[in-house]
């Protein structure tokens, strides 16, 4: 006889992972109420789901800043999604901030780069998977475009284009 999956149990995924009722409930019927086999499949799911709109044209956004502590480095990310409506939300801009926390950190060179980089936050998850995991959620297709890092003594910016 399946597992009965609890109201409760979907509603701890869903505030683990932004899922939808409905995929929050498929992913913990699919891992047998597993809660880390859900959120894997429920990852799984939104990057396959942001790779079918990676070709959707992404004009809105934000400028998304990191300021570290001491005000010695700084990072500045444009991100871009489809609408403005997703520009204002919490899980956009969030990612955003994330972003420009990696490139304060990591000094990429270029986008390219960026996104083949461990997370700071978690060395198994690339800033590519991160992005995908948000565009899946959200459900638009999300473009790190360009960046710049400053920090005190540098001698010059990089502004690294998508190249």
């Given at each position: 006889?399946?597992?009965?999956?609890?109201?409760?149990?979907?509603?701890?995924?869903?505030?683990?992972?932004?899922?939808?009722?409905?995929?929050?409930?498929?992913?913990?019927?699919?891992?047998?109420?597993?809660?880390?086999?859900?959120?894997?499949?429920?990852?799984?799911?939104?990057?396959?789901?942001?790779?079918?709109?990676?070709?959707?044209?992404?004009?809105?956004?934000?400028?998304?800043?990191?300021?570290?502590?001491?005000?010695?480095?700084?990072?500045?990310?444009?991100?871009?999604?489809?609408?403005?409506?997703?520009?204002?939300?919490?899980?956009?801009i969030n990612l955003?901030?994330?972003?420009?926390?990696?490139?304060?950190?990591?000094?990429?060179?270029?986008?390219?780069?960026?996104?083949?980089?461990?997370?700071?936050?978690?060395?198994?998850?690339?800033?590519?998977?991160?992005?995908?995991?948000?565009?899946?959620?959200?459900?638009?297709?999300?473009?790190?475009?360009?960046?710049?890092?400053?920090?005190?003594?540098?001698?010059?910016?990089?502004?690294?284009?998508?190249?």
């Open positions: 006889m399946p597992k009965v999956i609890s109201m409760d149990l979907i509603k701890q995924l869903r505030e683990k992972t932004s899922a939808g009722v409905m995929d929050a409930k498929k992913a913990l019927e699919e891992s047998k109420g597993d809660m880390a086999k859900a959120e894997a499949w429920i990852k799984a799911k939104g990057i396959m789901r942001a790779e079918k709109k990676a070709d959707r044209e992404a004009k809105q956004g934000v400028i998304a800043s990191y300021v570290h502590q001491g005000s010695q480095v700084v990072a500045l990310v444009e991100l871009n999604c489809e609408t403005d409506f997703v520009a204002r939300t919490d899980a956009f955003g901030k994330e972003v420009a926390m990696q490139v304060a950190s990591m000094k990429p060179a270029t986008v390219a780069e960026l996104l083949e980089q461990p997370y700071i936050r978690d060395a198994k998850t690339t800033i590519k998977d991160l992005v995908k995991t948000v565009a899946g959620t959200v459900g638009e297709n999300v473009v790190v475009t360009r960046f710049v890092r400053m920090a005190v003594g540098e001698t010059a910016a990089q502004a690294p284009s998508k190249e």
